[in-house]
Nanobody, 122 residues
Framework: QVQLVESGGGLVQAGGSLRLSCAAS????????MGWFRKAPGKEREFVAA????????HYADSVKGRFTISRDNAKNTVYLQMNSLKPEDTTDYYC???????????????WGQGTQVTVSS
């Protein structure tokens, strides 16, 4: 059974940084792409970043490009999202997901974590 567990969320002031982690288990982590999405209550899920199985390819939403960095450590079965220069509009729940390709689309991923909350105060 594939499990994804996010951690690292919390409260931070605008301009600050957080690093989210997503630990995976249940299948060969290094064979699959990983993605980060976010979703606020009442809003649609939004793509944040994605990374290929090798880490050689990354994609970012325009809203986070230059501020967020996705990376992975296949030896630790973990994907990270380094978030710098955080803004109040980044406040929401963040979810990691695993799939066959590093896509902007949520339906490309077949397993999802439970999410971690990020709150950025102004």
């Amino acid at each position: 059974q594939v499990q994804l567990v996010e951690s690292g969320g919390g409260l931070v002031q605008a301009g600050g940084s957080l690093r989210l982690s997503c630990a995976a288990s249940g299948r060969t982590f290094s064979a699959y792409a990983m993605g980060w999405f976010r979703k606020a209550p009442g809003k649609e899920r939004e793509f944040v970043a994605a990374i290929s199985w090798s880490g050689s390819t990354t994609h970012y939403a325009d809203s986070v490009k230059g501020r967020f960095t996705i990376s992975r450590d296949n030896a630790k079965n973990t994907v990270y999202l380094q978030m710098n220069s955080l803004k109040p509009e980044d406040t929401t729940d963040y979810y990691c997901a695993t799939g066959n390709r590093p896509s902007h689309y949520g339906n490309a991923y077949d397993y999802w974590g439970q999410g971690t909350q990020v709150t950025v105060s102004s």
